[in-house]
């Protein structure tokens, strides 16, 4: 009798190895990934690459086009643009993944919890949660930056805020399937705790979503804290951030489209590249992910 | 089916009552003295003191609160501005038909430019139009709205002079706003109609219609494109509702009078009553539509039964083989 | 018409050109005749390309990936590989209809089944009136044997029979001279099946349709074809009358498929699989595509693939042994 060619399935041992796997044959999630590691070390280390300092003022050479020595040109005080970007980076990229992190834990948590217990503590999260949900949720986070106050630390607050209850319900849904599991039963039948159930079967099914949803809402996040502070009320001037940037180049439009254009684009490229990370994540970690 | 929607509505009752709990305590506990705002820095401390006292602010917060949703339930009453003293309603009725026309021009443009290229899009997946349109719709959706904003005032109105920066008087001047968030929303719903047409599209049915002799058009919207609904329906009603809270980054941009550019004004000015009034309206729009895509979910999907409709007549003795 | 040939399929090849994989050869010169109210019985694992040869005679491979490469398909005299689609359209639920695997998933499932009925009708008959195509798609409920009130329910009011027996409903409804019928019991149980295939032998008696059953199950097969088809990684390796292939079994699969029945009589305590796995269609095993998996394989088999050898009674196989009936 002959060897057996061909088929036969190799076993995969990690799932997690398996979505490496496939996500490094995404040629361009792994080109996104690469762009936003640069944005982020640029943010970084801003100090160092900057030109020209945050408050550099040279009036003399103010409003200028982009040039050899102004590459974004500069604005009203005669500011490097570039070297602003670069720092506005740090500050957008820092406000919108502590927003994410905060949202993250507290959704996981409030979700987790109205997911495995269903009875009246989990009715009464998602009641509150359809309170918070009924408002569009940057109308939610000015609301809620205008009662805290302008400032870093109240601006990452109020975007987490807002970011809760869609995480909570992201959270939930998958747990509440997962319980109706019959591996659960059988892991209850043979004795198993609360403790080893939540953790053997629980979380890995929601570390999934849980990936992708907080990649696509840093992505989401730096757009709510541009939005927020081209309001005002987010982060205050003289800070640098793309959001306050836009909205001092605005008055300049007529004249100086520089002062407006570059840190959209910065804006642009960063969420370009986050979305295509959480998508290529969402499909690598499981195609059946339908969010 | 009308008892659903009554008691959707009157489900909707502890949400809006919620909603305006929540925005009442974080208007009271927010920075900043409206008496002070309406009167000026330079206010002696008195005339402060006794606006305060006019406006009903030294009162304690749930008295305040009680009071102020007893005059709405009672007599339909939200309130009166606390810069300009005129009834809240008032205001904000004034704003919102642009806002409403606002919303529907924006859904025009959106369903128009993102439906019918998401379709194709799915149907013929891997072609040029296809990864165009993916790219285009992801960076679209990559954009701050209010960006895309202003690179069209760059573009139309100063460099190419062909379209009006701000104001709201004609129809010239609605153009780059619907432009603007429609444009946004129209990569959203690109993106999900493709997806959900992608996926009906494999289906096993697709292909018995197929087998039945079936032309590829009626098969693609006939029997794909109905299955597909679902999603698509959600993304429209969902932005329809978010618009109808005024595209609030928009409206500052253009100057458009909505209710908006009414709540960050508000916000701004310590105009509580109005600001409280603005958001209960959106609250309100929002739920309702998410109601109404409910609605629609059960009458295109036989599937989904609400609780309490008609039954199919006699399918109950057929039920066992 | 009996004798006659309606269907003559001839060295069809049948490839996927997959991005992850490769070419997928799914269909290897595939060579069968069916004539006028004859049943053809195609037999094989998962796998094997069954459903793919059907797909490939009514021209529903997807088309990306998949491609008919070559072949002919001549049905009534003309080779359906070279019509124009339009043409294709006026065969399909009409002279050829299909009947699928998964009736859970077959049918639209927000147009009732009346509609869903009428909807063949309206394609291939004279203009009708909306109440007639509604009544025509009623009686071909009660030939099903559903009460024709039905019409207007959904498809997921219905059990798995039924919603099978509706397929096959919208399969008859413009008489077709040829029905494939893609394992159309596999995914209901014991007692439905036997009620499913009654009434399929009931009206293929009644309307004298030809018809192609793929499964897997060799009973269904005893029990309905007159002629077989034994394949086995895209290829045809046994093909007879119904009575060829089971008594006089030549090759070694069809061999291994019997033997791995389990028997009610009979001492045995273990079954008897066949060792091994059907290989992958990316990745074909040169020369006998059974050769690594069979008992009787020596260094010839692997060297060139056998052809289809034709034995005098019309039984033909795919081996260069004879195995002359089960030892």
């Given at each position: 009798m002959m060897k057996t060619e061909g088929g036969g399935n190799k076993a995969r041992k990690h799932r997690f190895g398996d979505a490496i796997f496939q996500f490094t044959r995404n040629r361009l999630a792994v080109f996104c990934l690469l762009v936003l590691g640069a944005i982020i070390f640029c943010a970084l280390f801003a100090d160092l690459i900057a030109?020209?300092?945050?408050?550099?003022?040279q009036i003399s050479e103010a409003?200028?086009?982009?040039?050899?020595?102004h590459w974004f040109g500069t604005d009203n005080y005669g500011r490097d643009i570039f070297s602003r970007v670069l720092h506005g980076g740090r500050v957008s990229l820092l406000v919108a993944i502590a927003a994410t992190l905060l949202s993250t834990v507290f959704g996981v948590l409030f979700g987790s919890v109205a997911g495995y217990y269903e009875g009246r503590i989990g009715n009464l999260i998602m009641r509150i949660m359809d309170i918070f949900m009924a408002i569009p949720s940057l109308l939610m986070a000015i609301v809620l930056a205008a009662s805290f106050g302008a400032g870093l630390n109240n601006t990452i607050l109020a975007i987490a805020i807002s970011s809760i209850p869609s995480f909570t319900r992201v959270v939930r849904a998958p747990i509440l399937a997962v319980k109706q599991n019959e591996y659960m039963e059988a892991s209850r039948a043979i004795g198993a705790r609360t403790p080893r159930l939540i953790l053997r079967h629980i979380l890995p099914n929601i570390l999934a979503i849980v990936i992708v949803q907080s990649t696509l809402g840093v992505a989401n996040a730096i757009i709510s804290v541009a939005s927020l502070s081209f309001l005002g009320l987010g982060v205050q001037p003289p800070t640098p951030e793309w959001g306050t940037m836009l909205s001092a180049g605005r008055a300049y439009i007529t004249k100086c489209y520089w002062m407006v254009t570059f840190p959209g684009l910065a804006i642009v490229l960063s969420v370009i590249c986050l979305n295509v990370l959480g998508d290529a994540l969402r499909d690598a970690l499981d195609p059946r992910l339908k969010m | 089916m009308i008892e659903y929607i009554i008691k959707r509505i009157l489900m909707m009752i502890p949400v809006l009552i919620g909603v305006s709990l929540l925005v009442f305590s974080l208007l009271h506990f927010a920075p900043g003295d409206p008496a002070r705002i309406i009167l000026g820095d330079d206010a002696p401390v008195e005339a402060i003191e006794a606006k305060r006292e006019e406006l009903g602010l030294n009162e304690p917060f749930l008295v305040q609160y009680v009071k102020y949703v007893t005059k709405i339930v009672t007599k339909g009453d939200l309130g009166n501005s606390f810069?300009?003293?005129?009834?809240v309603t008032e205001v904000i009725l004034e704003r919102y038909p642009t806002t409403l026309k606002m919303a529907g021009c924006c859904i025009l443009m959106m369903v128009v430019m993102g439906l019918p290229i998401g379709i194709i899009s799915a149907v013929k997946q891997y072609s040029l139009i296809d990864n165009l349109a993916v790219t285009i719709g992801l960076v679209a959706v990559s954009m701050p709205n209010f960006w895309l904003g202003m690179v069209l005032i760059i573009i139309?109105?100063?460099?190419?002079?062909?379209?009006?920066?701000?104001?709201?008087?004609?129809?010239?001047?609605?153009i780059m706003p619907a432009m603007t968030v429609g444009f946004s929303n129209a990569a959203s719903l690109l993106r999900t109609t493709r997806s959900s047409v992608l996926e009906c599209i494999r289906q096993d049915y697709v292909v018995t219609a197929r087998a039945k002799g079936q032309k590829e058009s009626v098969v693609i919207l006939h029997h794909v494109l109905r299955n597909a609904l679902l999603p698509i329906l959600t993304v429209i009603g969902i932005s329809f509702g978010i618009m109808l809270g005024g595209a609030i980054v928009t409206e500052q941009i253009f100057s458009i009078p909505g209710i908006g550019k009414l709540m960050i004004d508000s916000i701004n000015s310590r105009d509580y009553p109005v600001v409280q009034g603005a958001v209960l309206l959106v609250a309100l729009s929002f739920s309702l539509a998410n109601l109404i895509v409910d609605i629609m979910y059960s009458i295109i999907d036989p599937r989904i039964q609400i609780k309490g409709a008609k039954k199919i007549k006699g399918a109950e003795k057929y039920d066992e083989n | 018409m009996e004798g006659k040939k309606l269907l003559s399929v001839k060295n069809l090849k049948i490839q996927y050109n997959t991005?992850?994989?490769?070419?997928?050869?799914?269909?290897?010169?595939v060579s069968f005749d069916l004539n006028y109210g004859e049943t053809l019985g195609v037999v094989g694992e998962t796998g094997a390309g069954k459903t793919t040869i059907a797909k490939g005679i009514m021209r529903l491979v997807s088309t990306p990936p998949g491609k008919i490469v070559a072949g002919e398909v001549c049905f009534a005299g003309e080779n359906l590989l070279k019509v124009s689609e339009k043409k294709m359209q006026t065969y399909r639920g009409n002279k050829i209809s299909m009947i699928f695997q998964d009736p859970m998933t077959s049918?639209?499932?927000?147009?009732?089944v009346g509609a869903q009925i009428a909807e063949v009708l309206k394609l291939h008959s004279a203009p009708m009136s909306k109440q007639q195509l509604m009544r025509k798609a009623a009686d071909m409920l009660e030939m099903v044997?559903?009460?024709?009130?039905?019409?207007?329910?959904?498809?997921?009011?219905?059990?798995g029979g039924m919603k099978q027996r509706i397929v096959i409903a919208i399969a008859l409804a413009c008489s077709p001279e040829l029905i494939i019928a893609d394992e159309?019991?596999?995914?209901?149980d014991v007692t439905i099946q036997a009620q499913i295939l009654e009434l399929m032998n009931k009206l293929k008696k009644e309307t004298q349709t030809s018809m192609i059953l793929i499964t897997h199950d060799l009973g269904v097969v005893a029990e309905m074809c007159d002629k077989v088809a034994v394949v086995y990684a895209g290829e045809i390796v046994e093909y007879g009358t119904a009575r060829q292939v089971y008594k006089?079994?030549?090759?070694p699969y069809t061999l291994g498929l019997f033997q791995s029945l389990p028997s009610l009589?009979?001492?045995?305590?273990r079954l008897k699989p066949i060792a091994g796995m059907m290989p992958d269609p990316s990745d074909l095993p040169p020369g006998c595509c059974f050769h690594p998996r069979?008992?009787?394989?020596?260094n010839a088999c692997q060297a060139s693939k056998p052809p289809l050898r034709v034995l005098e009674t019309g039984h033909k196989v795919r081996c260069m042994k004879s195995l002359n009936g089960r030892s």
């Open positions: 030109p020209f300092g945050i408050d550099e003022q409003l200028q086009a982009p040039s050899r020595s | 810069k300009s003293n005129r009834p139309f109105s100063v460099k190419l002079k062909w379209l009006p920066a701000s104001g709201f008087y004609g129809w010239n001047y609605w | 991005r992850s994989m490769g070419i997928c050869r799914a269909v290897n010169d049918l639209n499932p927000i147009d009732t044997g559903i009460p024709g009130e039905r019409s207007y329910d959904y498809p997921h009011q219905f059990s159309p019991t596999t995914a209901l006089e079994t030549q090759h009589t009979g001492d045995e305590t069979c008992p009787f394989a020596e």
